[in-house]
T-cell receptor, first 112, second 114 residues
Framework: GENVEQHPSTLSVQEGDSAVIKCTYSDSASNYFPWYKQELGKRPQLIIDIRSNVGEKKDQRIAVTLNKTAKHFSLHITETQPEDSAVYFCAASIQGYSTLTFGKGTMLLVSP | EPEVTQTPSHQVTQMGQEVILRCVPISNHLYFYWYRQILGQKVEFLVSFYNNEISEKSEIFDDQFSVERPDGSNFTLKIRSTKLEDSAMYFC????????????FGPGTRLTVL
């Protein structure tokens, strides 16, 4: 089955800095890569996703890049704000299946 | 904006008891999922459900677990005889289609087994 590794486990930045979270996946058949943000005690919320037919996608301060050859994808947050503080999970889904395999999460702390 | 809803928000039960967790997926969605998240750990897939049958399940989803769509709106997860290690947050999710389609998560049910 699919295995997703995520780094770092914690990331502390100053407000206004950029943050980068990286994930690798094991199964080359994976073709869908969502990122979820989970605030304490709340549901995971999709913030951005990318499919394997594109290499990069951007939505305001958030961008995701995908390198299919290396089997890794990254989340980039620019101009971080304190409200960006949360746990971020990457996930992968193998083509033809509905299962999402999640990474272990990154706790992002943005200090004012 | 429609959301997935779950009840109860918190369930406390004694070891060995049966529990039923309830979910109402987004109304036009066809695929339903249960995930669990043990405190401080990652979200883990349990089962997916489509067209009134299980389409995929993980090794966590053993004979103690079952899912059902008892009517046109509810989707339930039953744990027959709860164990201490079943204590976790259980999330329901739904999507319009399978595969590479966005899954929307409910707020979760925190299950505490004593």
């Amino acid at each position: 089955g699919e295995n997703v590794e995520q780094h770092p486990s914690t990331l502390s930045v100053q407000e206004g800095d950029s943050a980068v979270i990286k994930c690798t996946y094991s199964d080359s058949a994976s073709n869908y890569f969502p990122w979820y943000k989970q605030e304490l005690g709340k549901r995971p919320q999709l913030i951005i996703d990318i499919r394997s037919n594109v290499g990069e996608k951007k939505d305001q301060r958030i961008a995701v890049t995908l390198n299919k050859t290396a089997k890794h994808f990254s989340l980039h947050i620019t101009e971080t704000q304190p409200e960006d503080s949360a746990v971020y999970f990457c996930a992968a889904s193998i083509q033809g299946y509905s299962t999402l395999t999640f990474g272990k999460g990154t706790m992002l702390l943005v200090s004012p | 904006e429609p959301e997935v809803t779950q009840t109860p928000s918190h369930q406390v039960t004694q070891m060995g008891q049966e529990v039923i967790l309830r979910c109402v997926p987004i109304s036009n969605h066809l695929y339903f999922y249960w995930y669990r998240q043990i405190l401080g750990q990652k979200v883990e897939f349990l089962v997916s459900f489509y067209n009134n049958e299980i389409s995929e399940k993980s090794e966590i989803f053993d004979d103690q677990f079952s899912v059902e769509r008892p009517d046109g709106s509810n989707f339930t997860l039953k744990i027959r005889s709860t164990k201490l290690e079943d204590s976790a947050m259980y999330f329901c999710a739904s999507s319009e289609a399978s595969g590479a389609d966005t899954q929307y998560f409910g707020p979760g049910t925190r299950l505490t087994v004593l």
